[in-house]
Nanobody, 126 residues
Framework: QLRLVESGGGLVQPGGSLRLACVAS???????????IAWYRQVPGKERDGVSC????????YYADAVKDRFTISKDNAKNTVYLQMNSLKPEDTAKYYC????????????????WGQGTQVTVSS
């Protein structure tokens, strides 16, 4: 059955770096229905916001303004894993991070093909 497991979170100081991983099982990331893979984050009491996305077709990437030039999304089909490299971390990056699979594209995420998992907690504090 489809399962997404996020990992790589932790406690870091401002300016530090983390590399998050999302390992998929029960589906291959190059499967035809998957048009886009995205990372979202959520703070308790607030809505879940998209932070980055990669299109399966042409590999183009997108980033929220708040993380642009600091975060990098990538995909390794051989390992069936999506990564989020986070550099120059700020306290406002503190949140639980989730990955998701979508039909369509990064700009038009028509259907959420996966269910939200447990996520991985990122805490940036001195």
């Amino acid at each position: 059955q489809l399962r997404l497991v996020e990992s790589g979170g932790g406690l870091v100081q401002p300016g530090g770096s983390l590399r998050l991983a999302c390992v998929a099982s029960g589906i291959t990331l190059d499967s035809r229905p998957i048009g886009a893979i995205a990372w979202y984050r959520q703070v308790p009491g607030k809505e879940r916001d998209g932070v980055s996305c990669i299109n399966s077709g042409d590999g183009s990437t997108y980033y929220a303004d708040a993380v642009k030039d600091r975060f990098t999304i990538s995909k390794d089909n051989a390992k069936n894993t999506v990564y989020l490299q986070m550099n120059s971390l700020k306290p406002e990056d503190t949140a639980k991070y989730y990955c998701g699979l979508f039909e369509g594209s990064c700009l038009h995420q028509y259907r959420h093909l996966s269910s939200w998992g447990q996520g991985t907690q990122v805490t940036v504090s001195s």
